[in-house]
């Protein structure tokens, strides 16, 4: 009886979770498909494509599940991206790291003030430090991308263990971290508290609101400056080009897996769902040679019909109790 009841649990989660319904029937099709889709090399590089994305999705389910949202990501990567590479002439890999998740808490406590401390929409300041770290980009890059000469570095992007690449292991164990902390702990309790338009009630209990929501700008922040620095190692190379839709992909990728932007609701696990689902239909369209034009209009197509079914599963929810 007890396992029947178990198994009837997991058919519900499953059944709830739109975005494992559709990676399932993908993996199944592309294994179907394509013979090479299952191979070691495929399911290291699928899993390296993920990486970076889910390290800034990491950091912002914090932003989103407290009510926020953070639109500079993509910029933030670029600029710790280039800035990972010039300072390659001057200092060893831990010094360059260490360097550039210092400008991360820069950016993010810039966010903060603005939006805690003034009041200002999370959203158009986001947008508006997005549009400033691009121009940084472009003026230390001179607009080119800029090529990396550390071995080291090179070695780091590119090196592997048991067949996967070293990024992915950090993406891993960042997300055993992030998940335990959200899951476990007063803080990861508290963006639940704060999420969904709750901050004043949140703040009757005693959260201490306007500390909580500077941090998760900085978590936030800290996260685009590892990704950054973890691309720039992979592609051994900075450009300001390349977080052009970087921002837009994550967050609809938590929206996806089921972290709404209203907040209170979603988690890691559910985020990490939706990124998996867009770095799987990025390989499959590119293991079957589709159009990069075609492959934005498929993406598109994914994130509203995955969405809409979501809401309308919440709404016959709603109406059901």
Not at 152 to 174: P, V
Not at 229 to 251: I, K, R
Request: proline share 1%; aromatic share 8%.
């Amino acid at each position: 009886m007890k396992t029947n009841l178990k198994f009837g649990n997991v058919g519900k989660i499953f059944m709830q979770q739109k975005a494992i319904i559709a990676i399932v029937v993908l993996f199944v099709a592309m294994t179907i498909i394509n013979k090479n889709f299952l191979s070691i090399n495929n399911m290291a590089s699928l899993l390296m494509q993920v990486s970076v994305l889910l390290i800034m999705t990491l950091g912002v389910t914090f932003c989103i599940i407290s009510g926020e949202c953070d639109l500079s990501l993509g910029s933030q990567m670029c600029v710790a991206g280039i800035l990972s590479i010039i300072l390659q002439r001057y200092l060893p890999l831990p010094a360059i790291l260490l360097v550039v998740l210092l400008v991360g808490v820069v950016i993010g406590i810039i966010n903060a003030v603005i939006i805690v401390d003034q009041g200002a929409n999370s959203f158009i300041v986001t947008l508006g430090m997005m549009m400033a770290l691009k121009g940084v980009a472009l003026v230390i890059s001179n607009g080119t991308p800029v090529a990396g000469k550390s071995t080291a570095y090179s070695n780091f992007g590119s090196g592997s263990f048991l067949h996967i690449y070293y990024i992915t292991w950090i993406a891993i164990a960042l997300l055993i971290v992030c998940a335990w902390v959200l899951r476990n702990t007063q803080f990861g309790r508290n963006c639940f508290a704060i999420g969904g338009g709750t901050k004043n009630i949140a703040a009757y209990t005693g959260i201490n609101v306007q500390r909580h929501r500077r941090i998760i700008f900085i978590i936030s922040a800290l996260s685009a400056a590892l990704a950054g620095f973890c691309l720039s190692a992979e592609l051994n190379s900075g450009s300001a080009t390349y977080g052009e839709t970087t921002a837009l992909l994550v967050n609809c990728g938590c929206v996806v897996g089921g972290t709404p932007f209203n907040g209170g609701y979603g988690g890691i696990i559910q985020s990490t769902i939706g990124i998996l689902l867009f770095g799987l239909l990025d390989n499959s369209m590119s293991m079957q040679n589709i159009s990069s034009y075609y492959q934005q209009l498929i993406k598109g197509i994914v994130i509203v019909v995955v969405v809409a079914l979501d809401c309308y599963a919440r709404k016959k929810k709603r109406e059901t109790v």
